[in-house]
């Protein structure tokens, strides 16, 4: 027989994580509410044996994410609960480097366990290769994020996976981008962590994280999955399944918002007062407006997008970051970050312009 093409990742979406084809099976994995399972005489090979250890309905959507960023993931109950399990992996005493912008909850967490247990945090700009590959130095864990949240920059990743690839263990959260725009393991990382609360569930309906880890990394994996374990971080049984929903049609929606953004910026292109922020890929933007009071007034006139935090959403979402105490300094008072959706390019135009208008912009 010829040999099958290998799949474009869009079809891995739909495919992987399927249960076996086996007659009247069904296409789905069904959810699996269990907090236990019938005993066997002597544990140890890997079974599932109590709901905190494994279920049918978490494995189906570590298949399919594992499956699209080429390698093997452990689920968690969010996304900063795979954080979590991943700054673990830095030893007491240890150093751990992270964007100076970056999702705020990394921030705060690192902080937190500097203070805690003696860990020091050193801070660099991820667009700065250079500085990058200095602040490795005799680190413990290198965390990158790409494109940040929320300032939008973008670090040289295929650089970057090169350089610290053998020197330092390294993570990237690909939240933003997700395997369908980049694959940090393809780029030599060593873990990829995500929040599927975000595009992966793709409906602003459920929390999860993920951490994946290399397929020739079994011991970080068993690590992750002791934490997991212990620490007690496990997904729900309906996130995980919703979030394998999302995942069937992540790359039409993230391909319908992609071009929607991309669109949005180019009709932003020179209106005086709105500087856009776009990587160039992906569903996100950040506008950055005069100032505060811009800001909020543009986020009270939408009607269609929705005021609300979080992102990766079928919905268009907007806010004015700042607006959170804990946001850092340098993220612009008037910096508006958008989610776009899967809504009608015309309509989200609508009602953009119109609000940019009534803000006096
Ligand atoms: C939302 C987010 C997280 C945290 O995920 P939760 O599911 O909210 O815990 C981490 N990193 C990035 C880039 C995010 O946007």
Not at 339 to 349: N, Q, R, T
Request: aromatic share 4%.
């Amino acid at each position: 027989m010829p040999e099958r093409r290998r799949p474009d990742l869009s079809t891995v979406a739909v495919e992987a994580g399927r249960p076996d084809r086996i007659p009247d099976a069904p296409l789905n994995t069904p959810m699996t509410a269990a907090s236990t399972y019938v005993g066997v005489p002597e544990v140890g090979g890997g079974e599932r044996g109590y709901g905190r250890y494994g279920n049918p309905g978490w494995e189906a959507c570590e298949q399919a994410i594992g499956a699209l960023e080429g390698g093997r993931a452990r689920t968690f109950a969010t996304g900063m609960a795979a954080v979590t399990a991943v700054v673990d992996l830095v030893p007491a005493g240890g150093v751990l480097v992270i964007p100076d912008v970056c999702y705020l909850g990394v921030g705060a967490l690192a902080d937190r366990r500097a203070e805690r247990t003696g860990m020091t945090v050193r801070r660099v700009d991820v667009t700065d290769t250079a500085a990058v590959l200095a602040a490795a130095d005799g680190a413990d864990l290198v965390w990158l994020e790409s494109p940040t949240n929320p300032a939008m920059q973008v670090a040289d990743l295929p650089a970057l996976g090169r350089g610290l690839r053998g020197r330092v263990r390294t993570a990237v959260d690909n939240t933003f981008a997700t395997a369908l725009r980049q694959r940090p393991l393809d780029l030599g990382f060593d873990l990829v962590v995500l929040s599927g609360t975000k595009l992966l569930a793709g409906h602003s309906d459920a929390l999860l994280g993920a951490v994946v880890t290399r397929p020739d990394d079994p011991d970080t994996l068993t690590a992750l999955t002791a934490t997991r374990t212990l620490e007690g971080a496990v997904p729900g049984t309906l996130e995980s399944f919703l979030t394998l929903r999302g995942i069937r049609t992540l790359a039409v929606r993230l391909d319908r918002a992609e071009a929607s953004a991309a669109e949005l910026v180019r009709r932003l292109e020179g209106r005086p007062g709105v500087e856009v922020r776009y990587p160039g890929f992906g569903s996100m933007l950040s506008l950055v407006l005069p100032d505060a009071p811009h800001a909020d007034a543009v986020v009270a006139a939408v009607e269609l997008c929705v005021h609300a935090t979080s992102l990766g959403g079928v919905e268009t979402m907007l806010e004015r970051r700042r607006r959170w105490p804990g946001e850092l300094a340098q993220v612009p008072e008037g910096l508006v970050r958008v989610s776009v959706g899967i809504e009608h390019v015309d309509d989200l135009w609508a009602d953009l312009d119109r609000a940019l208008t009534r803000a006096g912009l």
